[in-house]
């Protein structure tokens, strides 16, 4: 089954205590992104990438960092969470054709920072 | 700057209602549009999308028809049901950014 899988799906931390939430598609899609989704903004793009070591900045990416050393793999990492980072976190891939086409999303990680 | 506004919710309607969810949307040049679908406790889906102007996405009973002259893309559905209840984001991409750019999402609750 195509599909964009993330883990964990729901996480409480602490200020200052490093994590990282995995995201890996089985569609070999070279596109993919991080969203966050908070209350009254919608989702925010946080950071893309475009290719294996291919990643860019999006809106938001003050506070993460990301990597890409394979094609299917796309972890988010919070070096020093907040609790202004709490929020619903979304990955997405995209088939050839970048992000103008369908975006695929995995079921979301849920972040509580305290 | 690109951006996407969409109508304040919860729109409430009761089952075999007509439904329309405003989306209006700022944008350069000539954007794809699209809805995206987020049933609870899941991840977005494609609903469905429009990439040129008067184009006219369709799926599941829902359209969309791309107005650039308005700028806008509603969303709309005859007969909704139960099971529609759900967020709905409206969304564009413009050429040459890598990023979808989203509404703040509008949520419909269905009753029997």
């Known amino acids: 089954e195509a599909q964009v899988t993330q883990n964990p799906r729901y996480l409480i931390t602490v200020t200052g205590k490093k994590l990282t939430v995995t995201c890996s598609q089985n569609?070999?899609?070279?596109?993919m992104s991080w969203y966050r989704q908070d209350p009254g903004l919608g989702l925010r793009q946080i950071y893309y990438?475009?290719?294996?070591?291919?990643?860019d900045k999006g809106d938001v990416p003050e506070g993460y960092k990301v990597s890409r050393k394979e094609k299917r793999n796309f972890p988010l990492i919070l070096e020093s969470p907040s609790p202004n980072q709490t929020s619903l976190y979304f990955c997405?891939?995209?088939?050839?054709?970048?992000?103008?086409?369908?975006?695929?999303f995995g079921p979301g990680t849920r972040l509580l920072v305290l | 700057g690109n951006s996407v506004t969409q109508m304040e919710g919860p729109v409430t309607l009761s089952e075999e209602a007509f439904l329309t969810i405003n989306c209006t949307y700022t944008?350069?040049?000539?954007?794809?549009l699209f809805w995206y679908v987020q049933y609870p406790g899941e991840g977005l889906q494609l609903l469905l999308k429009?990439?040129?102007?008067?184009d006219k996405g369709s799926n599941k009973g829902f359209e969309a028809t791309y107005r650039k002259e308005t700028t806008s893309f509603h969303l709309e559905k005859g007969s909704v049901q139960v099971s529609d209840s759900a967020v709905y984001f409206c969304?564009?991409?413009?050429?040459?950014?890598?990023?979808?750019?989203f509404g703040t999402g509008t949520r419909l609750l269905v009753s029997p």
């Open positions: 944008a350069t040049g000539y954007p794809s």
């Open positions: 997405a891939s995209s088939p050839p054709g970048g992000f103008y086409e369908t975006q695929y």
């Open positions: 429009a990439t040129k102007a008067d």
């Open positions: 969304a564009l991409i413009n050429t040459g950014f890598q990023k979808l750019v």
């Open positions: 569609m070999n899609h070279e596109y």
């Open positions: 990438s475009m290719n294996v070591e291919v990643t």
